[in-house]
C-alpha cells in the first residue's frame, strides 16, 4: 500500500521520469499546499491520496501522453513538535523513451510555485 513507502520508486529512465527530495521546516504546511497546486494542475487527475501521499496521472495537451505523478510526506520524527520532513515528488512517462523534459519541468514548476508561498 502507497502510504507504508519508505520512498517512492526510483526512476528506471532518466530521459522520460524525473524523482526529486526537498527538505522543509513545516512539511505539513508545504506538504497541503503541494497538493492544492498539483490538483489544480490542467489535465491533471487525482488516483489515489491519503495523508501522506498523493498519487495521479497528467496528460499532455495534444497527445494526452500519461505521465504519473506522485508526492510523498516523509517527516523526521513523528511527534507533534517537530515539523521537519522531506517531500519526494516523481513524474515519469508511462510510455516511451524521451519525454523531451517535460516530467522534469513539471516538477521544478512546482517546487517553484512552492517556493512563492511564505
Known amino acids: 500500500m502507497a502510504n507504508d ?19 522543509y521546516s ?3 504546511k508545504y506538504f497541503r499546499q503541494l497538493i492544492i497546486l498539483v490538483e489544480n494542475l490542467p489535465r491533471t487527475k487525482k488516483l489515489e491520496s ?6 495521479g496521472v497528467c ?8 505521465d504519473d505523478l506522485e508526492i510523498l510526506r516523509k517527516k523526521i520524527n513523528f511527534n ?7 517531500i519526494q515528488i516523481r513524474s515519469a512517462a508511462r510510455w516511451g523513451q524521451s519525454d523531451l523534459g517535460v516530467n522534469q519541468r513539471r ?3 512546482l517546487l517553484n510555485e512552492l517556493r512563492k508561498i511564505k
Not at 50 to 55: A, E, G, H, R, V
Not at 59 to 66: K, L
Not at 80 to 86: A, F, L, V
Request: glycine residues 2%; proline residues 7%; charged residues 25%.
Open 50 to 55: 491519503n495523508q501522506n501521499y498523493w498519487k
Open 80 to 86: 507533534s513538535n517537530n515539523r521537519e520532513g522531506y
Open 5 to 23: 513507502l519508505k520512498d517512492l520508486s526510483p526512476i528506471k529512465n532518466p530521459m522520460n521520469s524525473f524523482l526529486i527530495e526537498k527538505k
Open 107 to 109: 516538477v521544478y514548476y
Open 59 to 66: 496528460r499532455s495537451f495534444f497527445f494526452r501522453f500519461p
Open 26 to 28: 513545516n512539511v505539513d
